[in-house]
């Protein structure tokens, strides 16, 4: 008896809380999603040096997801409520790179992060980045350190130190335009080192 009372309960709850759900409106999504990188490239010259590859870039850990991350002067992070990467970082971040490092230097981009390195032959752009966020107060901070490498070729590195971009809270597109200005400027340094 007390079985059949309690099924008997579970089935009304069951009843009464599906029931509530279909009254309820459906919201709208508002998300909105962003890539890095340029529109428009140049067609490159057949350069017959070796083609680039980007590896996967060292993102600090803060940095790695799909989300707009925000820091305070406290050193407190959080994120944008309507807006999302439409990739997660490092792989938009070594697309965008490779595209503005190709396009800047003449040479053919033979690949990039996620996608495995095909060939021995091609030169390796690697970046570590210390610093890759908006902060609250309206700056995007970006630094990293950089390095060209190929088998048989030595070694070229440098660094890299945003100055000046600024982004509007609560605006994601002049955040992605900060950071293309940012990621702008680290290619063209990486650029530098092919000539």
Known sequence: MKQAIYRFLFSLMLVVGLGACVGLKPRPDKMRTYVLGPLELL???????MP???????LP?????????IRDKNGRTSSLDDARWAEMLPDTVSRALGEWVADQSGRRLGGYYPWPKMSNTLVSVRVQFQQFV??????????????VSAEGVEAKSGGYLSENIVWQPDDPESIVSGYNQAL???????ADAFQ
């Open 134 to 147: 908006a902060t609250a107060d309206g700056r995007i901070l970006v630094s990293a350190q950089w390095q």
């Open 52 to 58: 680039i590859y980007i590896e996967r870039p060292d």
């Open 43 to 49: 067609e490159p010259e057949q350069d017959l040096a």
């Open 61 to 69: 850990a803060y940095s790695t997801g799909n989300r707009f991350v």
């Open 184 to 190: 702008r400027e680290l290619a063209a340094l990486v």
